[in-house]
């Protein structure tokens, strides 16, 4: 099993930054990759960002291509997710998730951090 837990969402302006912070525990050594999800109201949830947790490959969608920054940190077991330059579309619900080694979709979730970003 691996635990995630997410933090730094909040209230920002357009323009502004925020940064959020997954923290895993558990079986952390399975883990092949995490993902920032994000989840928008009345819409469904979608990948935003993805680094894989040994060679650090990324994935960035295009509406967050050049704005936003994944990075990780294997010694605190952490997945960063920088944003920058927000938007008023970027408001929604912001998940952490981990997909471990083998698997094709994301097993672990966090319990999601909320971003909203006013015009």
């Known amino acids: 099993q691996v635990q995630l837990v997410e933090s730094g969402g909040g209230l920002v302006q357009a323009g502004g930054s925020l940064r959020l912070s997954c923290a895993a525990s558990g079986r952390t050594f399975s883990i092949y990759a995490m993902g920032w999800f994000r989840q928008a109201p009345g819409k469904e949830r979608e990948l935003i960002a993805r680094?894989?947790?040994?060679?650090?490959?990324?994935y960035y969608a295009d509406s967050v291509k050049g704005r936003f920054t994944i990075s990780r940190d294997n010694a605190k077991n952490t997945v960063d997710l920088q944003m920058n330059s927000l938007k008023p579309e970027d408001t929604g619900v912001y998940y952490c998730?981990?997909?471990?080694?083998?698997?094709?979709?994301?097993?672990?979730w966090g319990q999601g951090t909320q971003v909203t970003v006013s015009s």
């Open positions: 998730a981990a997909k471990t080694i083998g698997r094709v979709q994301y097993e672990y």
């Open positions: 680094i894989t947790w040994s060679g650090g490959s990324t």
